[in-house]
């Protein structure tokens, strides 16, 4: 991290002035802690890229940026500095946001047959079998050293009967984990065996933390041919409102298949937001790298802080996001986020969000000052007691 980079925390009414659905929505004296939004100030890259754009009038339409244009280029160099892997910047495709490029991809790529997805799961996950015309099979995860691992006996199970497309969330959200290179191969033997589609929503890899790596599915071997990334800059420099994230292709001929696609499948990305996204992967990493130290030190601190006011509280170990899976099923509230709403004035993620009929657990977002996050965890304890 290079010295003067710090990562600044707005005050609680400069939060609600600019957080318009985190803050923005919840009642006076209550902390938000729910949606995957960070309370950090945007990064100076970025902000000075907007200004110099508004000042220059950019609010028109965006170039069509397929198979040329600053953003592959800057993405390609961002992902060989921060992952070691090397991207062809024209099989880079702008989208409006990570969740229409997931759809996108299935509408243009994917055989018909149901979607297989791991659950618990991001919750716009769980209505992409509506709106692309598709069922779909919940595979569950299992539990190894704490940590949640696709069940492959589960997945084989599922596109065996028919599922045409695992969509991947690498890293997890809700559960935090980063798959290993092993356990990544394990999933596209899998998928090679069935002759299934793959993708993979990196959208958090930049949020890899110490002790964990981040491995593009892509960058293994033998997934060219099956599989795409959507990734964005959005999560990392918290940039949702500026609708710009990328598809990425592993060969020429996917590519072209998602650059065929008619305007009215794929558009709607902003021009503000490719010249934000390009400022933050060409010059945000001293910046991101003072982020991860920051969460880095939440999560030490969440775990210091559950261990005393929470004390049967069980986490999986967080080893990407800011975002922190909790079993809260020993306090005996099937909804602990609406206790944890009417008695402590915290707003939480309820677990059955993301897995439909799932009780007892929560998801916390650390992504705040340390002094919120003790805060909000002492609220939890008295609240569930």
Not at 12 to 37: F, H, N, Q, Y
Not at 85 to 107: K, M, Y
Not at 140 to 166: K, M, N, Y
Request: glycine content about 8%; hydrophobic content about 45%; overall charge negative.
């Amino acid at each position: 991290m290079s010295a003067g980079v710090r990562i600044e925390d707005p005050t609680e009414d400069e939060l609600r002035r600019s957080m318009v659905l985190k803050w923005g929505t919840v009642a006076p004296g209550v902390i938000p802690a729910w949606v995957a939004e960070t309370d950090y100030r945007l990064a100076p890259v970025v902000a000075e890229a907007l200004q110099r754009a508004v000042t220059d009038g950019v609010t028109g339409y965006p170039a069509d940026e397929v198979g040329e244009g600053p953003l592959g280029e800057a993405y390609a160099g961002f992902a060989e500095r921060r992952f070691g892997w090397r991207v062809d910047p024209s099989f880079v495709l702008p989208v409006a946001d990570v969740t229409a490029g997931v759809r996108l991809a299935i509408d243009l790529l994917s055989a018909p047959g149901a979607l297989a997805l791991p659950v618990p799961a991001y919750s716009p996950q769980l209505g992409l079998g509506a709106t692309t015309g598709r069922d779909t099979v919940a595979v569950p995860f299992v539990s190894e050293q704490g940590r949640a691992v696709i069940d492959l006996d589960a997945l084989d199970a599922a596109l065996g009967a028919g599922a045409s497309t695992l969509v991947l969330t690498n890293p997890h959200n809700p559960c935090g984990t980063c798959p290993t290179r092993a356990e990544l191969e394990a999933v596209r033997d899998v998928v090679v065996r069935h002759g299934a589609r793959v993708v993979s929503d990196e959208i958090h890899a930049p949020l890899t933390l110490a002790g964990a790596e981040h491995v593009p599915y892509l960058s293994l071997e033998g997934t060219a041919d099956h599989a795409v990334a959507v990734v964005a800059a959005s999560k990392a420099f918290n940039t949702p409102a500026l609708r710009c994230a990328q598809v990425v292709a592993g060969d020429e001929g996917t590519a072209r298949r998602l650059a065929s696609a008619p305007k009215p499948q794929n558009s709607s990305w902003s021009e503000l937001g490719v010249r934000a996204s390009t400022a933050a992967y060409e010059q945000g990493d001293d910046w991101l790298d003072a982020l991860l130290v920051r969460l880095d030190q939440q999560r030490t601190l969440l775990t210091e802080r559950l261990a005393t006011d929470l004390p049967l509280a069980r986490v999986r170990p967080l080893e990407a996001t800011y975002l922190a899976w909790l079993d809260l099923r020993a306090y005996g509230h099937d909804d602990p986020a609406a206790v944890a709403l009417e008695r402590g004035r915290v707003r939480l993620a309820p677990g059955h969000d993301y897995h439909p009929g799932l009780a007892g657990h929560v998801r916390l977002n650390a992504a705040t000052s340390p002094e919120r996050l003790v805060e909000i965890v002492r609220r939890l304890g008295v609240a569930l007691a």
